[in-house]
């Protein structure tokens, strides 16, 4: 559905995107992940055509943002970092003017606006001035806003940020719904947003595309997790229900601590394979050996 390849974009001397490649398929929801100027927000203005690539070739649904950017447009729909939402205006008239201005027949606005008020759940405030919401509502309607012409791909930029929790929640939710009737690409720094929405990540950092693939793909094998009761084990950490764990190197390792600790008189309770979580292949990724 969406298809990176060699993308380059400088600002005169400085390269924003160094060449990067990466595909989503369609119908999932894929994380763009990397540390705040690592080129998120300039990858997703070339893929909406606000900004045009120095180099390389992008295409969303089959078209070309530079040779077929007025198709893309139809598309796509488009939440950037800072909602541009007119405050003046209520709810109800701006994803009026917004759904006109999207091309939807005059006779299917009504109920344009009403599905997507309804998915995003601001009904309630459509005769609202905008200017009168919070940020979690604000963001709702900029979501509706994004959805209300029924976009096949829609392009979200860190659409948690500056929300309460509470609200983060809720918008977390709002996009894993909306993941399944069409193609979703967040960008975003924040793990339990990916770990909690995402099917598959992409990982950006410094211009360049470090890593790519299911969201299980991102972390690796961090050796095998050995808990016991009633033995301690050789540089083990001991817990207060009279546990004590480690991690070994690999799982003949762990076996054999296994056997001494049962020779010892200790019962095993777990003997189990243990992987890095996002948040630790992320910064492994980043900022260790593999960055």
Known sequence: MIEVDRLVKRYGGHTALDGIS??????????????????KSTTLRVLSCFLPPTSGTVSVAGFDVVRQ?????????????????????????????RARLKGVAARDVASAIAAAASRCDVLDVLNAPIGSLSKGYRQRVGIADAIVHRPKVLILDEPTSGLDPAQRLQVRALV????????VFVSTHIIPEVEATCDTVVVIHRGRVLNAGPLQSM??????????????????ESRSDGTSFAVFKDAEEASSAAARA????????ELAPEREGLEVAFARM???ADA
Request: glycine share 20%; no cysteine; aromatic share 6%.
């Open 219 to 236: 972390s690796r094998g961090g050796g095998v997790r050995l808990t016991v009761r009633g033995t301690d084990l050789p540089n083990g």
């Open 176 to 183: 894993r719904e909306l993941g399944a009737d069409r193609t």
């Open 262 to 269: 049962l020779k010892a008189g200790g019962q095993i309770i």
């Open 69 to 97: 950017s007025e198709q893309v447009r139809r598309t796509i729909g488009y939440l950037p970092e800072s909602v541009p939402l007119h405050l003046e205006m209520k709810v109800g008239e701006y994803l009026s003017f």
């Open 286 to 288: 980043t900022t260790g």
């Open 22 to 39: 990466f595909s989503v398929k369609g119908g999932s929801v894929t994380a763009f992940l990397g540390l705040n100027g690592a080129g």
